[in-house]
Antibody, heavy 124, light 107 residues
């Protein structure tokens, strides 16, 4: 079955760090770019970060640049997001999403497969 | 960053009605716009990309049109299962931005 499954979310204090993961199955993981998209409770979608098929091109939203690091392990079929210096405004459901294409900046980078999300709550 | 503005923010329509949602971008993006459907408690689902290309498995009552700064998602005959929030997304450049969403309800 083609699917993405996120894990690693939880309740974290402001200023601390967390790494969330996304396992991919049912498709050739190294043929596609991957992304993280987040959704605060009751609010809309925000693209957080994307990585191309071979980790050679990476992008971040301005709101997370310098604090978040995206990476992928093609041997394990996993996508990761290292989140440092957590803020209360980072509280959200974090989705892992597959791109249509292997490269970023392709001019049609859309998300055709989504996981169910992992919830990150930042609170003291 | 490219700003996305959807309208209306919410809409209520009857089963069988034609429903139209619009998305306006702050700068021209050619045809590089996608539409997603998010049902309550579920992950978003890709409906349309490249402004008008229907994703595999999506019912033909959904259609998209537009270019540059003005885009439209149309549901030709509203069904009960279409109750959801709909988002547009520009797919041309970092950061990939979404509209604020349009909540669709049945009258």
């Amino acid at each position: 079955e083609v699917q993405l499954m996120e894990s690693g979310g939880g309740l974290v204090q402001p200023g601390r760090s967390l790494r969330i993961s996304c396992g991919a199955s049912g498709f050739n993981f190294d043929d596609y770019a991957m992304h993280w998209v987040r959704q605060p409770p009751g609010k809309g979608l925000e693209w957080v970060s994307g990585i191309n098929w071979n980790s050679g091109d990476i992008g971040y939203a301005d709101s997370v640049k310098g604090r978040f690091t995206i990476s992928r392990d093609t041997a394990k079929n996993f996508l990761y997001l290292q989140i440092n210096s957590l803020r209360t405004e980072d509280t959200a459901l974090y989705y892992c999403a597959k791109d249509l294409y292997p490269e970023l900046r392709k001019r049609d980078n859309v998300f055709d497969l989504w996981g169910q999300g992992t919830m990150v709550t930042v609170s003291s | 960053d490219i700003q996305m503005t959807q309208s209306p923010s919410s809409v209520s329509a009857s089963v069988g009605d034609r429903v139209t949602i619009t998305c306006r971008t702050s700068q021209g993006i050619g045809f590089y716009l996608a539409w997603y459907q998010q049902k309550p408690g579920k992950a978003p689902k890709l409906l349309i990309h490249s402004a008008s290309r229907l994703q595999s498995g999506v019912p033909s009552r959904f259609s998209g049109s537009g270019s540059e700064t003005d885009f439209t998602l149309t549901i030709s005959s509203l069904q009960p299962e279409d109750v959801a929030t709909y988002y547009c997304q520009q797919a041309i450049d970092f950061p990939y931005t979404f509209g604020q969403g349009t909540k669709l309800e049945i009258k």
